[in-house]
């Protein structure tokens, strides 16, 4: 009855269940229970083989599907029909099942831009009705009005630039909760806010059900598109990541698979690092310094092995880590003088955490229109994001930056991010562990709009800024921090210290947090003339982003797998 393979059929995951109902809005009020037939059909039901309800019949294999995990653990699409259906995603058939109210669920990767998912439902005596949750890094999307039916819907209608304005909006047929014929058989579409849904026309057997959404950048990187539309090509491994984004500027979309790529040099390869033991004065940690070309150590230098491989990202080029991330282990992108490129679900680790000044995560140089979004970095040697010299157009959002550092002298990371002379937004990213510099934004022309962030555990500050830098800081939660902001002097010019703005009423300090600072002394929060955003964006309340932003930021979201050294 059905075909694909790995599909799998789910039992119970209630509502306490932690990877079941995430950000869905619940009610304490009393709902009745709604009578909806979800008896098994009186006649066997065919799926459509010609006409307007029909694709291909062929279900894909594609690089963009995992059976790596099952429902609740992984980005996917969870669908029951209380008959038959067929699943597509951006054109693509994925899933076809025959079995009545049966939830099935296919692993899938959703690439940034523009995406559809959708179904075709049939029934025999009775009226197609589908409910379904599509598990996005971000968030999640559940069947209700917000979807779009037709019974009579056009040639490729289940493409991605098929226009749907004719189709109505989907009959909503109760919370999958409240149906009580249907609940028990549903059971893992239950508590997480999914609706029963169909057609306006009751006397409908086939219905075509449409859901878009975007993944698209908000911020001063709107205008990154990467590789735009361009085929997804997979690349396994380094010498084929290398081949496709570091030789020339035309558009791709680069997928790398799940879980862990290791990068570093093995034999000859590794470099050999003269570096400057230097004692640390908060702890007994030595810290191993890579000092600029012609500066002198006090002490004799130690020759330690650098683990890491650097690679140039070239211009207009999306570079996607499929399922829960992908690890790139001892990798640092390059991005200078680039321009267009997307970063998503991928992971930055193991980057000479022992040395310092041994190479970032992220390297902008005269960059232009970057995303980065559901990014994680973790025991990197110098900055996680560096920005400077001009560099224009960047989004940054939902990333984890993880300091934690036993290498470093109060075991946190001490460079974390910093912007010169650059423009950037950080919205919905995640700080822990970090010494400061989170981010730390400065020179004339920088501009730093920080949203619905949040920092914990900083042991020296959270925002900082010098040398008449200009940051906005909203709706963002602090805990365990020293000091939320810190306005700093200028060393290359003293006496002209940095700027921030944090909205009044809008940020939540909890904790451990301490007062801000002005020039080394505790002060109010800084209310001083900063830029306005030359763009829209929501602005959710810190109390409301403070647990999720912890749950969703990094690659792969809440389903992370875990970074290990060993």
């Known amino acids: 009855m059905f075909k694909r393979a790995a599909i799998v059929f789910l039992g119970w995951c209630g509502a306490a269940t932690s990877g079941c109902a995430t950000n869905v809005a619940q009610t304490a009020e009393y709902q009745p229970a709604v009578t909806v037939d979800c008896g098994a059909p009186k006649s066997a039901v065919s799926l459509p ?11 894909i294999d594609s690089p963009l599907v995992s059976t790596s995990y099952t429902a609740n653990a992984g980005p996917g699409i969870l669908v029951a029909s209380r008959d038959a259906f067929r699943l597509y995603v951006n054109g693509d058939l994925l899933l076809e099942s025959q079995a009545s109210l049966a939830p099935s669920f296919v692993g899938v990767s959703f690439m940034p831009g523009k995406n559809v ?3 075709v439902a049939v029934g025999a005596e009775r009226q197609p009705l589908i409910a379904a949750r599509i598990d996005e890094l971000e968030q999640p999307y559940v069947t209700d009005t917000s979807w779009k039916a037709s019974t009579a819907p056009g040639a490729g209608w289940m493409d991605p630039a098929f226009d749907d304005g004719s189709w ?3 009959t909503d047929h109760g919370l999958v909760d409240n149906l009580s014929q249907c609940a028990s058989k549903i059971a893992p579409l239950v508590g997480a806010g999914v609706h029963l849904i169909g057609a306006t026309d009751p006397s409908a057997h086939a219905v075509a059900f449409r859901y878009r959404f975007d993944i698209a950048p908000n911020g001063f990187g709107a205008a990154a598109t990467g590789g735009r539309s361009a085929p ?8 084929a990541l290398r081949a496709l984004v570091e030789n020339d500027d035309t558009e791709r979309v680069v997928a790398l698979p799940e879980g862990l790529l290791d990068f570093r040099p093995n034999g000859a390869e590794a470099l050999i690092q003269a570096t400057c033991p230097t004692a640390c004065t908060t702890s007994t940690v030595t810290q191993y310094i890579v000092l600029p070309t ?12 650098r683990n890491e491989r650097q690679i140039h990202i070239r211009s207009n080029k999306s570079i996607v880590g499929l399922g829960r991330g992908t690890q790139l282990r001892g990798a640092w992108f390059d991005l200078v003088n680039s321009s267009n490129i997307v970063l998503r679900n991928l992971a930055w680790f193991d980057v000479n955490p022992a040395l310092i000044e041994a190479g970032d995560g992220l390297s902008f140089d005269a960059t232009t229109k970057v995303w980065v979004d559901h990014c994680t970095f973790k025991w990197v040697s110098d900055g996680f994001t560096d920005l400077s010299n001009s560099s224009t157009q960047t989004t940054i959002s939902w990333a984890l930056f993880d300091g934690e550092n036993a290498a470093e002298c109060r075991s946190r990371h001490l460079r974390s991010n910093e912007l010169v002379d650059s423009e950037a937004t950080y919205h919905h990213s995640f700080w822990r562990h970090v010494d400061g510099r989170a981010p730390f934004v400065h020179g004339a022309t920088a501009r730093a709009h920080l949203y619905n962030n949040v920092v914990l555990d900083a042991v020296d500050y959270a925002v900082g800024s010098g040398c008449h830098a200009q940051v906005l800081l909203e709706g963002s939660y602090f805990e365990e921090v020293a000091a939320p ?5 200028c060393v290359e010019t003293p006496g002209l210290l940095g700027l921030i703005s944090a909205t009044a009423g809008s940020n939540l300090y909890g904790t451990g947090t301490g007062t801000h600072k002005l020039d080394g002394t505790a002060s109010q929060e800084p209310r001083d003339s900063v830029f306005i955003p030359p763009y829209t964006y929501r602005l959710e309340p810190a109390a409301e982003i403070r647990f999720r932003v912890q749950e969703r930021a990094g690659a792969g979201s809440r389903w992370a797998l875990p970074l290990n050294k060993n």
């Open 168 to 170: 109505v909006a989907a």
């Open 232 to 239: 997804v090509t997979l690349a396994k491994d380094i010498a």
């Open 49 to 59: 083989a010609g006409g307007a309800f029909s694709g291909t019949d062929r279900v």
């Open 117 to 119: 998912v959708s179904v």
């Open 294 to 305: 012609g500066t002198d150590c006090s002490a004799n230098l130690v020759s330690i092995k």
């Open 485 to 489: 902001s810190n306005i700093r002097d």
